[in-house]
């Protein structure tokens, strides 16, 4: 994280997640197993570069991969991880799901009850301790949690099922995050899972697309590669500094869908200094022109200065109309400002 560039390019947290429990002393407190020895330690070193550390646990009394869940053991699990030095809490639903079916049968409002009431247990469990702790809910977006999660205590929510390394997966996710902006903001984050940018099951342009499309979302750029063997283009996407600040933004706001035409579709986030982050996709398998009235992105007749953040070039003033040339699969990322009305 730190040799790579990631950490001074702005990713922070390293997230340890499934597996990492061993078993449960006679007081029911937790311990690591024998791939973590000294969990304390580790968040030392971690803590020691600049970083923070991200731990996992699941509402249930087993996690995904049936080892020690936080089921009747929220409090003693938050003191814990306070006391170790954990910063990031990833609290996933999925071996829960038999005692919600149990619990909520197939009653959607009562199902998100017992969500609200697990999460927010947790939640106030973290609250306790007085460490600083954020807490992400991986419950795959059930019972539309971006209506309840912020409310719930999360800093964070899984809006999707889980993403896969290819492109109609990553597609399918990121682009049905279209009306979910109202949601989101400072502090409370809609996240549509990690990117699988360099885990080599796309192209580069379409882990570009992959990027840019997180970077507009405003969503959690959780790095799931091997940092240790990046090629240059892997590099390349991870450390555009021009692409994270569009989603590290200071305002705080997710972008949205501005209109489509066929496969083609423009998005469009504001930012904190005036200017607009405009991303336009092209979800065809052949390149495909688009021109694009600034208009419709809510500038006002006059000329617009901007900047492609993928070729890091500033572009000719744009008089109405921007005329994008869209590769398949791929995106054209810019930053625009007004600047002659």
Known sequence: MVASGMRDAGYVYINIDDT?????????????????????????????????????????AKTCAGYEGSLGHEQQD?????????????????????????????????????????YSKMHEALAHTGRPIILSFCQYGWQAVWRWGAASGGNLWRTTGDIEDNYN??????????????FAGPGHWNDPDMLEVGNGGMTPMEYRTH??????????????????????DTRNILLNREVIAIDQDPAGRQGDRVYTEGPLEVWSKTLADGS??????????????????????GFNKGVVAGRDLWAHVDLSPIHDTYHAHVPPHGVVLLRLRQTVQ
């Open 20 to 60: 990492w429990q061993g078993t449960r002393d006679a007081n029911g407190n937790i311990h690591p197993n024998s791939k973590f020895p000294d969990m304390k330690a580790l968040a030392d070193y971690v803590h020691s570069k600049g970083l923070k550390l991200g731990i996992y646990s699941s509402p249930g």
């Open 78 to 118: 938050a003191d814990t991880y306070a006391k170790w030095g954990v910063d990031y809490l990833k609290y996933d639903l999925c071996s829960y799901t038999k005692e919600l079916k149990e619990r909520a049968g197939n009653d959607p409002d009562k199902s998100r009850a017992v969500m609200i009431e697990i």
């Open 169 to 182: 997966s990553m597609a399918s996710i990121g682009f049905s995050q279209a009306g979910l902006s109202p």
């Open 211 to 232: 990027m840019s499309l997180w970077a507009l979302l405003a969503a959690p750029l959780l790095a799931g590669n091997d940092l240790s063997s990046m090629s240059p």
């Open 276 to 297: 607009v982050a405009v991303g336009i996709f092209n979800r065809w398998t052949m390149p495909l022109t688009l021109d694009v009235p600034l208009a419709r992105l």
